[in-house]
């Protein structure tokens, strides 16, 4: 590490650039999710502000700024103010171990567009996203509300168990890449991409995704339906916000890294890395929608069920049968 | 090696003993109790870590790791069993295990409508 | 991996594979005792695999060894394992305790022992003291039909993670002096005699904290009683037999390859000490069973550690000695209270009155085992605190032996007790108490290599050697 | 000493994070609540994780997070909050009495580390630098029996916990 001054600026530059796009593209996933939605279900979405409701994100976020900020009687008052903070910041985190562009060449420095190159890349995505349970337990917890409660147990016990099927998913990643950095892994698919020689992994590590970011049909924490808005029952303003924006954020986060674990990274053809690169997550972020607005909720007991009777198993056999095909090959 | 060894072995015996005071006194709390013990075994792993960054070994390192599985499994039994114990009184208070008082003893039954969820 | 590699770790193997079929055994099988058969038959198998194994001295490549004293202990603890899966097998099945985790447990716990007996770094040495003491904070709690049990279990649970933590810690600090986790390594630089280094006397101070948890020494024995007395039986029996006994391994594995052991003399004085003195008085009061012989036990580490304060080849090897003959009294001791407790017998004093003419055979498996514990002379117990009194003597400890020897000898009271309860005082007939043939035939061994080992010593030491 | 470009820098925040470990474990074991207590901990397991980052260990540091913070302590905050044990109005607080003995024993403990430690280690100082690569080729060659023992006690952690949970063959 050396400490020059244009490397520092560099170094600035790409952690706000980072900001900057992941902020905006989270606000404008939640416009695309609803126009996507209506789409689905045959009717036009919000269309009144700016020209085709382009600027609803913008009114989205005054209304959100200038409701009230509320607490409930008997909550929490620090770990109430403290679990949206908890649920955003590890997602914008886990970004900067993403690479999402090849090196390029800025003022004479070789610049990898990347904010951090850890060796444990791989891990501190895990760490991270382990860290981003205690948003939605301590959100539902310090709320002292009874539905809040039941969705951050739930949520508890699904990030938990789905953690471990997405940690087993990416092992075989690890073991055909050698290398916890992420930047190796992405170079191990120069030649030929992850998801041809792991599918079984990927559709894994895919599921896991979906229910780490608590969608549907893993939407269990949240569920409407039973627990009125589940952990973040009692949260208003610009608090709700955070919890809301946190969770596109993590769309893009681990639409980001399901492109780097299996489809290459900003490796393709033609078209310049970085473009590639937003192009795949946004395919995932499209798909995440699209399950969306087609799949109906799972029961909670079918939820677990799933993950530790199906993915978990299948997760171990496929590192085992990875294993194997690598002792043999040599 | 960024510090001497004596100061990481400095900062491992401050955290050992803070967990020690928090086994002492806490003596009737299972939850706090653990929560000690894990204190103190994190103190062993930093001078472990400390041991493998001093001597260039990764021994340590792989002997830190060992700790973190073992305490996993010793932490999910002892879960398990408050859970298992909690069913049947109501109640994680240490002092009330001993097998001289009564069987199912109860004190400041708490609403359990939480503990039937999922 | 080499074919001797394989030898030596087959006990293991079988071990664990053993647990493993158990578990799918029983999982797809509605019958208990097909679990039970089969971890038998593992347990036995090891056993003799340590036997068959050829005599290679230490592997580089899997870090195991298999000298003779290893062997012993291997087969001890697997021949142990084997005999309180037969007499569990009953007292489980009469206690509706029912499940296949238990043998598969059992076998877990022989195979922490067996790992711990066979390793040559820190890290293989602790984790097998940390396997085997896991396995037993299951069995502890596996009576699930008794509160108490799983109360005890949790108790037990708590100490041992507090014990573990010193222990971890104690060890840290000697792998920050040697930077070696090979037990011949940490032990050279740590304990070298000349120019001894502070933090290694601190590591050393919290690593024997930790093992006195572990031993029930008397500074760390407040456990003992209770848990012995909410334990099912026969895990008490392994529990005394086994556990201790890996401990004490543990320490035999290390202290003799210090170059001078010297440093540790003062602690074990005064573990010695209190050991012996509380342990034998507490029992004095004691009216239940169970927590009369957990007392006696706190005693008996008393007098191992009187062994190892000698610190002395000789020691060593009366404490090894010890070791084996304590796990194959206590085997013998709460088998016999296992089978009468599984014909309806109480815990305490009062509860055994009569039981002498009920269950003649029981009740004198408990008489010799009663006997041996108090030291009466052809049993093992009178050969091992000779062995122990001897080399205490040898090395200059007048005063403390002196206090053991009286020790022993207010010992022999409490067991009398006991023995009295048994036979001199009659209570109605009602119907002689049945026994199994595992049982007796379980018990008739431990028995038997009580008088044996306590007649013949010799053989036994041959193999007791250290380096 | 290593001669890295800025060891000032690694020490000075080796010193910071040493602080923030041992602050926010004497919140957590001062704090009556169970749940801040745990939000504490984690505070501490997070800043001992990046002083195993910079004490050259980074496997360890992320395992660190992963497994205490991330699986252990969410397990006690589970247990919890399903048995609804966050109401430190139930549970005594520990008395003087209680502080005493404890206060005085762990003192006693450290004076005799402090001056134990604070003697000079006459041990050679090896700086050589672990990878990650070193520490995958010892843990699977050198300790392979340890990870087999360590398995098989994951193993039984869920033999044990099922075994505890179940309540229809009872």
């Known amino acids: 590490m050396s400490y020059d001054p244009i490397d520092i600026g560099i170094m600035f530059a790409k952690i706000a650039l980072v900001f900057f796009v992941i902020l905006t593209l989270a606000a404008y996933l939640v416009f695309a999710e609803r126009k996507v939605l209506a789409w689905i279900q045959d009717r036009k979405g919000p269309n009144r502000v700016g020209p085709f409701g382009l600027l609803q994100p913008l009114a989205d976020l005054i209304k959100l700024l200038t409701k009230e900020d509320f607490r409930p009687a008997g909550s929490d008052k620090w770990l109430f103010y403290l679990a949206p903070a908890m649920a955003a910041i590890p997602a914008i985190m886990i970004f900067s171990v993403i690479p999402f562009g090849s090196p390029v060449t800025l003022f004479g420095h070789q610049v990898q567009l990347q904010v951090a190159d850890l060796n444990v890349g791989l891990l501190l995505f895990m760490a991270l996203s382990a860290i981003a349970v205690y948003g939605v337990a301590l959100g539902g917890w310090a709320s002292n509300s009874k539905y809040a409660l039941l969705g951050s147990i739930r949520g508890l016990a699904q990030l938990i168990s789905y953690e471990l099927s997405m940690g087993l998913a990416l092992v075989p990643v690890v073991m055909l890449a050698r290398s916890f950095r992420l930047s190796d892994i992405v170079n191990a698919q120069e030649g030929c991409w992850f998801i041809v020689y792991q599918p079984v992994a990927f559709v894994i590590f895919l599921i896991s995704i979906a229910a780490e970011c608590k969608r549907i049909p893993f939407d269990l924490p949240e569920a409407e339906g039973e627990l009125v808005a589940g952990f973040h029952t009692e949260y208003s303003g610009m608090r709700f916000g955070l919890f809301f924006v946190g969770e596109y954020i993590n769309i893009i986060v681990l639409g980001g890294l399901a492109a780097t674990f299996f489809l290459g990274g900003w490796h393709g053809p033609l078209l310049p890395p970085v473009v590639w690169f937003s192009l795949k997550v946004l395919a995932f972020a499209f798909l995440f929608i699209w399950i969306r607005g087609t799949l109906p909720r799972l029961r909670y007991d079918q939820l677990m069920h799933f993950c530790w009777k199906v993915l978990t198993p299948l997760a171990l056999i496929n590192v085992l049968v990875t294993a194997w095909w690598m002792v043999l090959r040599g | ?118 | 991996m080499m074919a001797t590699d394989f030898w030596i770790a087959l006990p293991l193997l079988l071990l664990a594979v053993g647990a493993l079929v158990t578990l799918v055994v029983g999982a797809i099988s509605r019958n208990d005792s097909s679990g039970y058969i089969i971890a038998i038959i593992s347990a036995l198998g090891a056993a003799c695999c340590t036997l068959q194994a050829p005599p290679v001295g230490m592997v580089s490549t899997l870090g195991l060894s298999s000298t003779s004293t290893v062997r012993l202990f291997t087969s001890l603890f697997c021949l142990m394992a084997a005999a309180v899966l037969v007499l569990s097998k009953e007292y489980n099945k009469h206690g509706g305790n029912r499940g296949e985790e238990y043998p598969a447990t059992i076998l877990f716990t022989a195979f922490g022992m067996a790992a711990l007996a066979s390793a040559t770094s820190l890290l293989t040495l602790f984790l097998g003291l940390e396997a085997m003491t896991f396995g037993f904070y299951i069995l502890v709690a596996s009576d699930l039909k008794r509160e108490a049990s799983v109360e005890t279990g949790l108790k037990y649970l708590l100490i041992g993670a507090l014990s573990s933590a010193f222990l971890a810690f104690g060890i840290a600090l000697i792998y920050s002096v040697s930077g070696s986790l090979a037990i011949t390594q940490a032990m050279q630089t740590t304990l070298a005699g000349s120019s001894v280094n502070p933090v290694a006397v601190a590591g050393w101070c919290f690593l024997l904290f930790g093992m006195a948890f572990k031993l029930s020494l008397v500074p760390a024995h407040l456990w003992t009683p209770d848990v012995y007395d909410g334990t099912p039986a026969p895990v008490t029996a392994f529990l005394s037999g086994g556990s201790k006994g890996a401990s004490l391994l543990f320490l035999l594995i290390l202290l003799p390859q210090a170059a001078d052991a010297g440093m540790l003399r003062l602690p074990f004085w005064w573990f010695a000490l209190l050991s012996m003195l509380i342990g034998n008085l507490s029992a004095l009061r004691e009216n239940r069973i169970r927590r009369l012989l957990a007392y006696s036990s706190i005693a008996h580490m008393g007098y191992v550690a009187l062994a190892l304060v000698a610190g002395s080849f000789s020691g060593y090897q009366a404490a090894a000695y010890y070791a084996v003959a304590y796990g194959v009294i206590s085997l013998a001791a709460f088998g016999a209270i296992a089978v009468m407790e599984r014909n309806g017998c109480g815990a305490t004093l009062d509860d055994y009155r009569g039981r002498g003419a009920r269950n003649p055979f029981a009740s004198g498996v408990l008489t010799l085992a009663l006997f041996a514990l108090a030291g009466i002379p052809p049993t093992a117990g009178f050969t091992g605190k000779f062995l122990i009194f001897a080399a205490t003597l040898k090395s200059g400890e007048m005063t403390l032996a002196i206090i053991g020897m009286l020790t022993v000898a207010v010992s022999i009271y409490y067991y009398l007790r006991v023995i009295s309860a048994l036979y001199f005082n009659t209570s109605e007939q009602t119907h002689q108490d049945q026994c199994t043939i595992g049982e007796v035939v379980v018990l008739s061994i431990a028995s038997a290599s009580v008088v044996l080992l306590g007649l013949f010593p010799a053989r036994l030491l041959a193999l007791l050697t250290f380096p | 000493m290593c001669e890295d470009c800025c060891p000032d820098m690694e020490q000075t925040l080796f010193y910071i994070l040493a602080a923030v470990t041992v602050v926010a474990t004497v919140f957590a074991i001062s704090e009556k609540h169970p749940v801040h207590a745990i939000v504490y901990l984690v505070t501490s397991f997070f800043a001992l994780a990046a002083l195993f980052y910079l004490l050259a260990a980074p496997l360890i540091a992320m395992f660190e997070v992963i497994i205490y913070a991330g699986a252990i302590m969410v397990l006690f905050m589970f247990v919890i909050m399903m048995l609804d044990l966050g109401h430190p109005e139930n549970s005594a607080r520990p008395g003087f009495w209680q502080w005493l003995p404890a206060l005085l024993l762990a003192g006693a403990t450290l004076v005799a580390l402090g001056i134990l430690m604070s003697n000079r280690i006459s041990i050679p100082d090896k700086a050589a630098v672990v990878s990650i690569r070193d520490v995958a080729v010892m843990l699977f060659q050198k300790y392979g029996v340890a990870i087999e023992i360590i398995s098989m006690q994951l193993l039984f952690a869920a033999v044990g916990a099922f075994y505890l949970g179940r309540r229809g063959k009872q």
Not at chain 2, 7 to 19: P, R
Not at chain 2, 29 to 40: A, K, P
Not at chain 2, 98 to 106: D, E, I, S
């Open chain 2, 1 to 118: 090696m960024i510090v001497p060894l004596q100061h990481v072995l400095i900062l491992a015996s401050l955290l050992f003993c803070l967990g020690l005071v928090c086994v002492l006194i806490w003596r009737s709390n299972i939850i706090m109790l653990l929560i000690g013990i894990e204190i103190m075994l994190n103190a062993a792993m930093l001078v472990f870590v400390g041991g493998a960054n001093h001597w260039g070994m990764a021994d340590g390192q792989i002997f830190a790791l060992m700790i973190m599985a073992m305490t996993s499994t010793e932490v999910s039994l002892a879960l398990a069993m408050v859970v298992y114990l909690y069913r049947r009184r109501k109640s994680v208070d240490v002092d009330e295990l001993t097998n001289q008082r009564p069987l199912g003893h109860t004190e400041a039954s708490t609403d359990t409508a939480v503990s039937q969820q999922p």
